[in-house]
């Protein structure tokens, strides 16, 4: 298949953006944003898809770009784009290698990656801005093999339109190669807009006090408790950037109102919300945990009955939280 083809097979599947990109070492850069010392749960990413894929030629960054929740909502909406990406990306895999193509989900340092390919901004929050998608993407890497006769120089499909300057350029906002709309220089929205003070204007993100950071893990220690408001993540960052300013916001639909209701989660019914964030991120107990801390933060006194239910459970990170949210409603 050529890459159009394969483009246009990616954005059937949802992804606003595909890149293909050259198979290159990526541990000498990544290393280099590292400082030598990459964090532990970065250990397992590929670091040289040309050797580890022999096999693969390109490969491609598929970008999910989603459209967030209100400020104010707590529910997940980054986890949920992402959820749905991945299971976009296996069906397009399986398409791929239906066709005969050597197709493997990679996970890479995209960071790394992006710097390599010389593709959007790195921004002071260490997220990627990718124009004209912001930093509102989940991102996923395949290595596949190209036709050797489709030449390959590092482009952008997006809309079905081949953003390299040589073919066309019809996007709002996109011009050849991938231009930096901003640069965070100056600016401190997104470090004034932080509740837990993790970005600092000069270093850019702290991430021992990012609350992304623990948001995958069972137990909440109480300092994130106080300041988390979203189920899962906090997206406070993204959404104050002027990067993002061009996406708009989304309401929820009755089913994903329904899967991350506060009550249901209280009473460990989290079958509908995992079917939408992915049995990785709605392991343990980690929803019905949060959801008492949620529930605590919105002042939802008529959950205290069925927080204070919880505060003996047998799981500590759900009787901690519960603990916390009691204490909390009941001053
Ligand atoms: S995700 Fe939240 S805690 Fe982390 S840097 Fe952004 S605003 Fe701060
Ligand atoms: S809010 Fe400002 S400093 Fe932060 S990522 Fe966006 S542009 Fe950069």
Redesign the pocket.
């Known amino acids: 298949m050529t890459r159009k083809e394969i483009a246009a097979l990616a954005h059937a599947r949802g992804f606003a953006g595909v890149f293909f990109l050259r198979p290159t070492n990526l541990a000498p850069i990544w290393l280099t944003l590292c400082r030598g010392a990459c964090p532990p749960h970065t250990q397992g990413l590929c670091l040289n898809p040309a050797l580890a894929h022999p096999a693969a030629n390109c490969v491609l960054l598929l970008v999910r770009a989603y459209t967030p929740f209100a400020a104010e909502s707590y529910l997940p909406g980054y986890y949920i784009a992402s959820n749905a990406g991945y299971f976009a990306v296996k069906a397009l895999i399986r398409t791929l290698a239906a066709q005969g193509h050597y197709a493997r989900h990679i996970e890479v340092p995209l960071i790394a990656l992006a710097r390599q390919a010389n593709i959007g901004t790195l921004c002071k929050?260490a997220l990627l801005d990718i124009p004209p998608f912001g930093t509102r993407t989940a991102l996923f890497t395949v290595a596949i093999d190209l036709a050797a006769s489709d030449t390959l120089a590092n482009d952008l499909i997006a809309n079905n339109v081949i953003a390299n300057g040589a073919i066309a350029n019809g996007m709002t906002g996109v011009a050849a190669p991938y231009p930096v709309r901003h640069n965070c220089a100056g600016c401190r929205d997104?470090a004034d807009?932080?509740?837990?003070q993790?970005?600092d204007p000069a270093a850019g993100?702290l991430a021992h006090k990012?609350?992304?950071n623990f948001m995958e893990k069972d137990a909440l220690p109480p300092w994130v408790m106080a300041r988390v408001t979203g189920l899962l993540g906090?997206?406070?960052?993204m959404a104050a950037c002027r990067r993002n300013r061009h996406i708009g916001i989304r309401q929820a639909t009755g089913a994903e109102s329904a899967a991350f209701d506060l009550k249901r989660l209280l009473w460990e019914n989290i079958a509908p919300a995992r079917s939408l964030v992915g049995k990785n991120m709605a392991t343990g107990k980690r929803l019905t945990a949060q959801a008492a801390v949620i529930a605590a933060h919105r002042k939802r006194t008529d959950l205290l009955p069925d927080i204070k239910r919880l505060t003996t459970h047998e799981h500590p990170a759900v009787r901690h939280a519960a603990i916390w949210a009691r204490n909390r409603l009941d001053q």
């Open positions: 929050n997104c807009a932080c509740p837990a993790a970005i993100l990012c609350l992304r906090c997206e406070r960052c």
